[in-house]
T-cell receptor
Framework: DTGVSQDPRHKITKRGQNVTFRCDPI?????LYWYRQTLGQGPEFLTY????????KSRLLSDRFSAERPKGSFSTLEIQRTEQGDSAMYLC???????????FGPGTRLTVT | QKEVEQNSGPLSVPEGAIASLNCTYS??????FFWYRQYSGKSPELIMS??SNGDKEDGRFTAQLNKASQYVSLLIRDSQPSDSATYLC????????????WGLGTSLAVNP
């Protein structure tokens, strides 16, 4: 059983650059979530997909953040014009419709210099 | 009042002891409750889920839920140094568009 995978695992970028992260959920899972986590905090919800439909996006998320899940399988999260405050661990999780448990990938650690 | 509250710790227990981790939540209609373990620099790992009042046991872990008191706990028996991690409590309410609401986590240190 393949778990959730994320790529890249680490990303260092300069302020102002764009970055894109990829998440591949567990194959039969139709729900996909993106979270952001900083040190000492719980995961912060960013956005949620059911199949290819983006059903909710956090109001805390600026317009620099966008996510897609074009065919209801993998998802991408793009951050445009990165800022130092974007430095965090970006987590992807997936779940199966009808089940509440969410399973996380290994995360992508972003450092903005 | 935060929606999900946990003591930040650190909670320190000797090897072999029982570690008790607590979590309270504010939304009475919450329906599913989860404990995740997170090692430093790693992502959260689901270790227990509980949906109804009472106890649920899985190996050395026992989750306890009391909906009337809005309280969920995790007991770790025979604690091992490898249990040293941050334990995150997460609460799910289908009316909240299927988002998990997270506590800040309790840091557990098991001393050999």
């Amino acid at each position: 059983d393949t778990g959730v995978s994320q790529d890249p695992r680490h990303k260092i970028t300069k302020r102002g650059q764009n970055v894109t992260f990829r998440c591949d959920p567990i194959s039969e899972h139709n729900r996909l979530y993106w979270y952001r986590q900083t040190l000492g905090q719980g995961p912060e919800f960013l956005t949620y997909f059911q199949n290819e439909a983006q059903l909710e996006k956090s109001r805390l998320l600026s317009d620099r953040f966008s996510a897609e899940r074009p065919k209801g399988s993998f998802s991408t999260l793009e951050i445009q014009r990165t800022e130092q405050g974007d430095s965090a661990m970006y987590l992807c999780a997936s779940s199966l419709s009808g089940r509440d448990e969410q399973y996380f990938g290994p995360g992508t650690r972003l450092t903005v210099t | 009042q935060k929606e999900v509250e946990q003591n930040s710790g650190p909670l320190s227990v000797p090897e072999g002891a029982i570690a008790s981790l607590n979590c309270t939540y504010s939304d009475r209609v919450s329906q599913s409750f989860f404990w995740y373990r997170q090692y430093s620099g790693k992502s959260p790992e689901l270790i227990m889920s509980i949906y109804s009042n009472g106890d649920k046991e899985d190996g050395r872990f026992t989750a306890q839920l009391n909906k009337a008191s809005q309280y969920v706990s995790l007991l770790i028996r025979d604690s091992q140094p490898s249990d040293s991690a941050t334990y995150l409590c997460a609460v799910y309410n289908a009316g909240n568009n299927r988002k998990l609401i997270w506590g800040l986590g309790t840091s557990l240190a098991v001393n050999p």
